[in-house]
């Protein structure tokens, strides 16, 4: 079973920057992408990012041009790095892993972005 653990989350100031991590515990056979999801307080899930095997990303509207996704040459680590945070951003952040044969979940990390 694949674990998938992040890092790196806090508390910020707005205007400021955090840079999550997201390791995966062993080689995921068939991946196709990883990615980041987040859930604000009384809000639903929501998909924030992702990135290809191949290196191909992709953000949601809300982020573009603010948080940058990158894969590593193992393909076993993703990264999230966020600049410009808002209060808005404030949320449990999750990676996921997307494969052929299986998905995975981390547990989530909390960012909070003060005013």
């Known amino acids: 079973q694949v674990q998938m653990v992040e890092s790196g989350g806090g508390l910020v100031q707005a205007g400021g920057s955090l840079r999550l991590s997201c390791t995966a515990s062993?080689?995921?056979?068939?991946?196709?992408?990883m990615e980041w999801y987040r859930q604000g307080p009384g809000k639903q899930r929501e998909w924030v990012a992702s990135v290809t095997s191949g290196g191909s990303a992709n953000y949601a509207d809300s982020v573009k041009g603010r948080f940058t996704i990158s894969i590593d040459n193992t393909k076993t680590i993703v990264s999230l790095q966020m600049n410009g945070l808002k209060p808005e951003d404030t949320a449990v952040y999750y990676c996921?892993?997307?494969?052929?044969?299986?998905?995975?979940w981390g547990q989530g990390i909390q960012v909070t972005v003060s005013s």
């Open positions: 996921y892993a997307e494969s052929y044969g299986a998905n995975y």
């Open positions: 062993t080689t995921i056979h068939g991946l196709n992408a």
